[in-house]
């Protein structure tokens, strides 16, 4: 009987974790800055390359949050935002009280399509408000097609905001995502690609605003003896213990990048003979994508009418975790009023798409579980 759950994407620790926790306690650095705090910063910018600065935050969202003040997003302003997303890419949004324009996805990366970002463009100008900010997303670690949404961006001088958070260790052109918006985000959620058990990081090539970031993020306090604030602050600089695990976490990244592509091609590998399961994948060798999560579309007209949900019953009958693609924004209750410039694509994308188990802690055995339970579902009929 196989009993274990086979999870979606799981903690990896990398053994040395505990070690820079130790050494925060040996040396009561039990702090919301410090020590590990820097060196994580260190870490980070020296993977990224591209002269990338580092804050290091409590959460991804936090990070988008401080992203939006900096590019000085004031209520009622809009930003253009990926609708094919998480949540999280949009309520920072709404914590400035401004309002979010959603674009669809493109077919090639799923994700922000740059025809309809310049047609929504144009359009809210043309309707007497230029966009504040423009959000893509690199979703599931498929870099996003950055060069032309940034010849749009540059073309209307609108600056980019970019949620790397699923996309750590990925690339285009050889260069690292994250490092191409004025101002990036990244997450070290539980289930990413590393993690802290929560945080998360602002990227930007400007020192001043990373320094900024860093100041906004422990209160804003003016340099005075006593508690001085000429500005609204927050409480969002990640704890020396948590980035002691980034620190662990940063020596395996590569490893876990490999790992991920590995899971990938190993599915391709078993699944795309079968009729009626296509791959999200790079479009060109200019794409690298960490592959965050391996995700497929299933198309029932091609599978004899199994759908994606009935693909997903059966996995989790044995004991076997996979979830639906992300609901677009557009389509949440909560988003559904604003404006939107698309063709469906991203609502197509959820409908017939799964996201696989993807952990960089499976085994070979868990992969070929997995692969079995879905060639048995899809070549009995
Ligand atoms: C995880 C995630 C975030 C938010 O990161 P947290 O660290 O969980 O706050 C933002 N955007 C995307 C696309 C994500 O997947």
């Known amino acids: 009987m196989e009993t274990n759950r086979i999870w979606l994407s799981l903690a990896h620790m990398g053994g040395h974790e505990q070690d820079f926790i130790r050494q925060a306690f040996d ?25 990338a600065h580092v804050a290091a935050l409590v959460s991804g969202t936090s990070a988008l949050h401080l ?25 920072p949004i709404r914590y400035q009280n401004a309002v979010p324009v959603f674009i669809d996805s493109e077919k090639d990366t799923w994700n922000m399509s740059p025809e309809h970002l310049e047609r929504a463009v144009k359009d809210r ?17 498929m870099p996003a097609k950055i060069e ?43 289930n990413k690609i590393i993690t802290t058990s929560g945080g998360g990081a602002l990227v930007s090539k400007k020192e001043e605003w990373v320094q900024k970031a860093r100041f906004l993020s422990t209160q804003a306090r003016d340099t005075a003896p006593h508690y001085q604030h000429s500005q609204v602050g927050y409480n969002y600089r990640m704890s020396n213990i948590v980035a ?29 003979g079968i009729e009626g399961i296509s791959f999200q994948s790079e479009p060109s060798p200019d794409f690298y ?18 759908t994606r949900e009935d693909l997903r019953l059966v996995l ?15 389509l949440q209750p909560v988003f559904s009023d604003y404006p939107y410039y698309g063709e469906g694509i991203s609502d197509n994308l959820f409908e017939k798409g799964l996201c696989l188990p993807s ?18 579902e899809l070549k009995n009929y």
């Open 244 to 272: 002691g695990i980034g620190r662990g976490q940063m020596q395996v990244l590569p490893d876990r990048v490999e790992q991920r592509r590995k899971n990938n091609q190993y599915y391709h590998q078993q699944l795309s």
């Open 125 to 141: 100008i043309a309707k007497g408000k230029k966009p504040k900010a423009i959000i893509p997303v690199h979703l599931y670690g």
């Open 27 to 51: 040396t009561n650095w039990v702090a919301p800055l410090g020590p590990n705090v820097d060196a994580f910063e260190h870490d980070l910018e020296t993977f990224l390359a591209n002269n």
């Open 289 to 306: 994508s960490n592959y965050w999560l391996t995700t497929i579309i299933i198309d029932p007209e091609k599978t004899n009418g199994i």
């Open 148 to 190: 032309d949404i940034l010849s749009v961006a540059n073309r209307y001088e609108i600056p980019v905001l970019e949620d790397s958070a699923e996309a750590l260790g990925s690339m285009y052109k050889g260069i690292h995502c994250g490092t191409f918006g004025e101002i990036a985000a990244l997450s070290f959620n539980g």
């Open 316 to 330: 989790e009958k044995a004991n076997i975790e996979s979830r639906p693609l992300w609901k677009p924004m557009h």
């Open 359 to 376: 952990g960089s802690i499976l085994t070979e055995m868990d992969l070929e579980r997995v692969v079995n339970v879905i060639e048995q």
């Open 67 to 91: 992203g939006l003040i900096l590019l000085d997003v004031q209520p009622g302003d809009e930003v253009i935002c990926q609708s094919f997303t998480f949540s999280a890419s949009t309520n």
